[in-house]
């Protein structure tokens, strides 16, 4: 079993910045890549970016300029610094995790951070 902790949310003003943290811990995993994802209010779980074991990074169009996803593999960390922040991007913040065992892979999602942009 995988646990998956994010960390870094809050409030910040527009055009402000945050970094979010990502840490998995547990035993016997091997991780294949790590991402995040983000839900508004009365909208559907989005994917922001993620990025693999080779740090190959992936990001949606309307965060790619403004936000940067790395990794720590020693630590099983995935950060995601986000830049000049609007009020779109108000949500909670998931850190999902994939694992890879052999042929099986599985998927681990984190209890979400908090993101509020607001004056």
């Known amino acids: 079993q995988v646990q998956v902790v994010e960390s870094g949310g809050g409030l910040v003003q527009p055009g402000g910045s945050l970094r979010l943290s990502c840490a998995a811990s547990?035993?016997?995993?091997?991780?294949?890549?790590m991402g995040w994802y983000r839900q508004a209010p009365g909208k559907q779980r989005e994917f922001i970016a993620d990025?693999?074991?080779?740090?190959?990074?992936s990001y949606t169009a309307s965060v790619k300029d403004r936000f940067t996803i790395s990794r720590d593999n020693a630590e099983n960390t995935v950060y995601l610094r986000m830049n000049r922040l609007t009020p779109e991007d108000t949500a909670i913040y998931y850190c999902?995790?994939?694992?890879?065992?052999?042929?099986?892979?599985?998927?681990?999602w984190g209890q979400g951070t908090q993101v509020t942009v607001s004056s």
């Open positions: 999902k995790v994939v694992t890879v065992t052999g042929a099986r892979m599985d998927e681990y």
């Open positions: 547990g035993t016997g995993f091997s991780i294949y890549a």
């Open positions: 990025i693999n074991s080779r740090d190959q990074p």
